[in-house]
Nanobody
Framework: VQLQASGGGLVQAGGSLRLSCAAS????????MGWFRQAPGKEREFVAV????????WYADSVKGRFTVSRDNAKNTALLQMNSLKPEDTAVYYC???????????????????WGQGTLVTVSS
C-alpha cells in the first residue's frame, strides 16, 4: 500500500488542523492505521491509532481529548482531527499502516509496515 499524508500547515495555538492519509490499493480495511509525529531533535512518537473497523481508537496521553482519529474504508482514507493545538504539537506527522494483530504493537512506530511521507504541522504561540 502507498500512503499520502496531507493537511499540515502553520496554525496559531488554540487552532485546529485536519490531517488526511490517502491510501492506494483495495485492502485499506485490512490495515490498522496509526499516526506518529517527530519533532526536531526528538524521537518519533505515537499519537493515535484506529482499528481496522474504526470502532476502536487509542491516543497518546498528550493528545487525548484534543485529537480524534477516524477512517473511511470506502474512501481509503484515515483522518486526524487536531483541536486546541499547542506549540508542543509542532512536528512532522506521519500516517502508517500495520498489518499485524498484536495490540501491543499498535503504539510502536518500528512495528508498522508502510509509511506516508509526513506532513509538517507548526503551531505558533
Amino acid at each position: 500500500v502507498q500512503l499520502q499524508a496531507s493537511g499540515g500547515g502553520l496554525v496559531q495555538a488554540g487552532g485546529s488542523l485536519r490531517l488526511s492519509c490517502a491510501a492506494s490499493g483495495r485492502t485499506f480495511s485490512s490495515y490498522v492505521m496509526g499516526w506518529f509525529r517527530q519533532a526536531p531533535g526528538k524521537e518519533r512518537e505515537f499519537v493515535a491509532v484506529i482499528s481496522r473497523s474504526g470502532v476502536d481508537t487509542w491516543y497518546a496521553d498528550s493528545v487525548k481529548g484534543r485529537f480524534t482519529v477516524s477512517r473511511d474504508n470506502a474512501k481509503n482514507t484515515a483522518l486526524l482531527q487536531m483541536n486546541s493545538l499547542k506549540p508542543e504539537d509542532t512536528a512532522v506527522y506521519y500516517c502508517a499502516a500495520y498489518v499485524g494483530y498484536s495490540v501491543g504493537s499498535y503504539f510502536k512506530w518500528d512495528e508498522y509496515n508502510y509509511w506516508g511521507q509526513g506532513t509538517l504541522v507548526t503551531v505558533s504561540s
